[in-house]
Structures are given as structure tokens and as C-alpha cells.
């Protein structure tokens, strides 16, 4: 009597009741895929710390008596997708029984299901003991009306008894402090170094790059960044809380050519693949600040991401997939500028962010909304092929976390399920968040003409193109007025401008 039991790259939780101790009978099965290195071109960094910290994990899991099969990219018998790969070693193992974790991708879980229907073996589907919430209680709400955020957010904090007084009130008086979490970042404080020791994945690349797998960005496979175990993850985690935390609510939405990181975490990797739980992560924000080592709006600004974001955009994306996936509200069709894929462009503010992204895998969320989302969401680029690009080029994107940041909070594609508002900006946005705009050769306070900066034409092209979607929402009231207010031949020449910049995206 054998069962297998997969454990797929984004389920590299040691903590899962499986892996309590070694089971006779049990053989825990890993493969690394070509149906997971192609249904979109991933960020080579992206393919070679998952498979890296695959292996790793499966060697922790041997070492602890496990019995574990483990197939690599490049192995002969490597039938390179799920239900071949299953057949196979199910036939081998004269196995009797299939076992799985539940997947986050709907892709996934429909090629699951597939794959256990083509084994025919009495299959049951477990927990993957990671979130917070329970995916189908968290479907049924979300399929039947998508709740803001705010109030979702609060729920979980009452839930969860986070950050409450003794009369369940939230601490320091409010439930949110993002009011007090907009500023530049002057250069000062320093930000702390990349958390991670890099690692040298070479022997890796080599198998990667003979299997023919397409990558985009630069492997780095010398020096990989990345955590790779548990307790590199853990490691990262304290010098975030004890070096960047502090800081992380107040620069939170500044961006610099000097800094990738600031004082965000960079722990995205480590959670989606599950390596920390995002409770684990909670919990070490929550003792620092009953410490007194950082102040509320830091602390609750941070718990707010994974407590609420992380789960939020979870609930939207089980909720309303697989339709989600369709959604075009604003009819947006243009292809994403080939400067995408390189950088080469003469804004300094998408050649820091996309450059950065090729470099490292990484970028932090407000780059990610205000600058290449921005830009895309003004150009009207499709956003089947944003999606597309945000899938791939970032080391922790995987679908269920990925669609709803970039169809619904970047795009508006999903109508405002996510976003009560547009994130659309001009200039004078960049310019007050980030150090991009004076090293830059377009003038981010001029509207139109050779040197005016792009976003600003396109911002108000995209106001007036949409203004029967936008016009009725209290939110975005004042951009119309102000658009009103200005003069009859600035606002031809703005338009004219805009025409001229969508005509020309590839050359900017
Ligand atoms: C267009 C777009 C695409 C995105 N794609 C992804 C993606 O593929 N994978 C992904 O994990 N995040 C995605 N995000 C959300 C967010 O940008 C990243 O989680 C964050 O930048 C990761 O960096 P960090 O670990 O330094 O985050 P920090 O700023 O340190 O935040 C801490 C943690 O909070 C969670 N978090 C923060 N914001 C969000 C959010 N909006 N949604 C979900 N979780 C959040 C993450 O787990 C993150 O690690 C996207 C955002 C946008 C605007
Ligand atoms: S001027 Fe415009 S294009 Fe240049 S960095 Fe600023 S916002 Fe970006």
C-alpha cells in the first residue's frame, strides 16, 4: 500500500502536518516541469530559486527520514507535466492512493484535477496549512460581493484578536495609519543592505539552460539573492524587523535609483513559496512593537499587507476565477512597448523600475502600481499582456496573488472590484514620491512638446478617454475640475500631444 504525495515548488512548508514525521507507505513525490517553466516566459532568477529551494527542501525532508522522489528538470524520465509524471510513478510505486495539497493557481488546480481523474487512485485533497483564511469560506463571500478592503482588513484583525485593546478596539486608536505613511525618502536614514547572502546557483543554470527552458532578465546564477531554506528566510525576516521595520510605514510609498529595496521586507518569495508563514511574520512586527522597537503606524502598516492585502486579493482571486481572468473594463488593447523586456527607454523613472525588475526579479509595490503599472494603465496597454509580464518578470508572482494587483488594483480591468478608484497618475506623483525625476530628460511639470514628460499627456488623455467611466466618482472629481479650469489651447495641445506619444510608445 503506497500513497504519493505531491508537494508542488510554492509548497515548501516544513510545517505542514505531513512532514510531523516520516510515514511507512509514503513517498512524497517533487518535479520540476516544463508546464510550470512555460505557460508564461518566467525571470530566470524566478526559475532557479524555486527549483533551488525545491531541492533543498527535499533534501531537508530526506535527511529527516522522509522517503521523497524527486524528479530535475533534466532528467531522462522527466516526462516534464503533472499527469505523465504521476502515471509514471505511480505505476513504479504501485501506489494506491494520490494525495495533494490544495494549489493557490486555478491553472494548476484544474491540471491537478486532470491528473488525478487520468490516475483513476482514491485521491483526497488537503490544507496547505498556510493562510489565514480558508479558501472556500473566503470564495463564498468574495463570489458574492468583493467587500473593501478596509473593512475586510478589520474583520481579520477581530478575527485573528490582532492589534486590539482589552475592549476590541484597535490599538493607538485607529484601525489604519496610512495617512502618515506617504513620505520621500531624503537619503536618510540609511536603508539596510539586501538581506540575503547570495548563493551560487551555477551547476543549476547549466540544467536549466540545457532543458531549453526561456527566461527573461539576468540569472545571476553566480550570486543568486535569494532565500532559498526556511532558516535563510528566518534570517531575512529578523534583519527586516530589526533594521527596516522601523522605518518601513513612513518610506513605504517612496521610490530611489539607490535603494530597490528601502525598507520593504522582500519576504514576498519566501511567504508565497511558503518557506514563512505569514503568522510567523505577523507575529515578529507585533512582539517588536510591544517591545517599543517601532511604532504603531510602521507595525500596523506592515501587518495590514499580509493580514489584509495578501489575503484580500487571495479572496478576489478564488472568488470571482475563472471570469476574473477575462475582465477588460476599460477596453484596453495596445501591446505593452517593447521596452518592457529591456529597460531601454528615456524615463528615467520605467528604464530604474523595469531595469531594476530585469536585474533582480524585484520590485517593490509602489514602483510596481505608479510606474510600469501606471504607465501601462495610461497607454491603454491589454491587460491580458501586463498580466502576462507581471507573471513573469517577479520573483514572487504566482497567479492567485498576481492577477488581482495587476488586473484589478493596477489596471481597473475588473471595473473597481479592487480599486474604488484608478491608481492613474502624472508626473507631479513620481516627482513627489521619487529622486527619478531630476536626473531625467523630460520636465515632469511640462504637459506637451519634445521635452514634456509622457506621463502628464497621457494621464489626462486617459482622464478623457474614460471620463463616462470616471466622471460620476466623488474620487475623482478634482482632476475634472482642474481639467475644466484650464485653458482651451492647453488642453488641444495636451491632447495632441497624448496622440502623438501613443502613436510612438515603442521610441520613448
Ligand atoms: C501590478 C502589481 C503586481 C503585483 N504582483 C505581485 C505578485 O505577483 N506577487 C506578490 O506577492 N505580490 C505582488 N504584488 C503586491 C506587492 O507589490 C508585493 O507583494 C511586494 O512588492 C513584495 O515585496 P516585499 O516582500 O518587499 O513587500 P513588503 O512591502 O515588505 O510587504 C510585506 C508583504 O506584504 C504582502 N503584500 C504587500 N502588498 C501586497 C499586495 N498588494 N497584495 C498581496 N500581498 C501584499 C507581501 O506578501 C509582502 O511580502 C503586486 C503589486 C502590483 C501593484
Ligand atoms: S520626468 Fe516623467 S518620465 Fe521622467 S522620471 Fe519623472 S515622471 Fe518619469
Not at 510513478?89 to 488546480?109: I, N, P, S
Not at 510567523?280 to 500596523?300: H, N, Q
Not at 495578501?310 to 488593447?333: F, H, I, K, S
Not at 472629481?477 to 506619444?501: F, G, I
Amino acid at each position: 500500500m503506497t500513497t504519493l504525495r505531491l508537494v508542488l515548488g510554492d509548497q515548501l512548508n516544513a510545517s505542514h502536518p505531513w512532514f510531523r514525521q516520516p510515514e511507512d507507505g509514503c513517498v512524497v513525490v517533487m518535479m520540476e516541469i516544463r508546464s510550470e517553466t512555460d505557460y508564461v516566459v518566467h525571470h530566470a532568477q524566478k526559475v532557479l530559486a524555486i527549483f533551488a529551494a525545491m531541492r533543498r527542501f527535499a533534501e531537508a525532508l530526506q535527511a529527516a527520514g522522509h522517503r521523497v522522489h524527486y524528479l530535475r528538470i533534466g532528467d531522462p524520465g522527466n516526462r516534464q507535466g503533472f499527469a505523465a509524471n504521476l502515471q509514471w510513478l505511480a505505476a513504479h510505486y504501485q501506489a494506491t492512493r494520490f494525495e495533494r495539497m490544495e494549489a493557490d493557481e486555478w491553472r494548476v488546480e484544474r491540471l491537478l484535477d486532470e491528473a488525478s481523474a487520468r490516475l483513476g487512485l482514491p485521491t483526497t485533497v488537503v490544507d496547505a496549512a498556510h493562510f489565514l483564511s480558508e479558501r472556500g469560506a473566503l470564495a463564498q463571500v468574495f463570489s458574492e460581493r468583493v467587500p473593501r478592503l478596509e473593512y475586510f482588513y478589520r474583520d481579520m484583525r477581530r478575527c485573528h484578536g490582532i492589534l486590539l485593546d482589552d475592549h476590541q478596539k484597535p490599538v493607538g486608536g485607529r484601525w489604519n495609519f496610512d495617512a502618515d505613511n506617504r513620505a520621500r525618502w531624503p537619503g536618510e536614514p540609511p536603508a539596510p543592505d539586501w538581506p540575503w547572502t547570495p548563493t551560487d546557483v551555477s551547476a543549476l543554470w547549466q540544467e536549466i539552460v540545457a532543458a531549453g527552458v526561456r527566461t527573461l532578465g539576468e540569472p545571476g546564477a553566480d550570486a543568486l539573492g535569494w532565500p532559498l531554506t526556511r532558516s535563510q528566510a528566518r534570517a531575512g525576516l529578523q534583519v527586516f524587523i530589526k533594521q527596516a521595520l522601523p522605518h518601513f510605514g513612513r518610506f513605504q510609498d517612496a521610490m530611489s535609483t539607490r535603494e530597490p529595496l528601502l525598507f520593504h521586507s522582500g519576504l514576498s518569495f519566501a511567504l508565497n513559496t511558503k518557506m514563512l508563514h505569514p503568522r510567523e511574520v505577523i507575529d515578529a512586527a507585533l512582539e517588536a512593537f510591544e517591545a517599543g522597537a517601532v511604532d504603531i503606524a510602521a507595525c500596523e502598516g506592515f501587518v495590514r499587507q499580509i493580514l489584509g492585502w495578501r489575503e484580500y486579493v487571495r479572496g478576489v482571486y478564488w472568488g470571482r476565477m475563472p471570469d476574473y481572468a477575462q475582465t477588460n473594463a476599460l477596453d484596453a488593447r495596445r501591446p505593452l512597448p517593447r521596452w518592457y523586456w529591456t529597460g531601454e527607454t528615456d524615463m528615467v523613472c520605467l528604464r530604474h523600475a523595469i531595469g531594476q525588475s530585469l536585474r533582480l526579479a524585484y520590485a517593490h509595490h509602489i514602483q510596481r502600481l505608479m510606474i510600469t503599472g501606471n504607465f501601462a494603465l495610461l497607454a491603454g496597454c491589454d491587460p491580458d499582456a501586463v498580466d502576462a509580464w507581471y507573471l513573469g518578470i517577479y520573483i514572487d508572482a504566482f497567479e492567485w496573488v498576481e492577477m488581482p494587483n495587476t488586473r484589478g488594483m493596477s489596471q481597473y480591468a475588473d471595473g473597481g472590484l479592487v480599486a474604488s478608484k484608478p491608481y492613474a497618475a502624472s508626473a507631479s506623483y513620481i516627482k513627489r514620491q521619487s529622486d527619478y525625476c531630476k536626473g531625467c530628460r523630460y520636465a515632469a511639470t511640462r504637459r506637451h512638446g519634445p521635452d514634456a514628460c509622457p506621463f502628464n499627456a497621457l494621464y489626462w488623455d486617459f482622464m478623457l478617454r474614460h471620463e463616462a467611466d470616471f466622471a460620476a466618482n466623488p474620487r475623482m472629481a478634482m482632476p475634472y475640475r482642474a481639467w475644466q479650469r484650464m485653458d482651451e489651447s492647453e488642453r488641444d495641445a495636451t491632447l495632441t500631444h497624448a496622440r502623438y506619444l501613443l502613436e510612438w510608445l515603442d521610441t520613448l
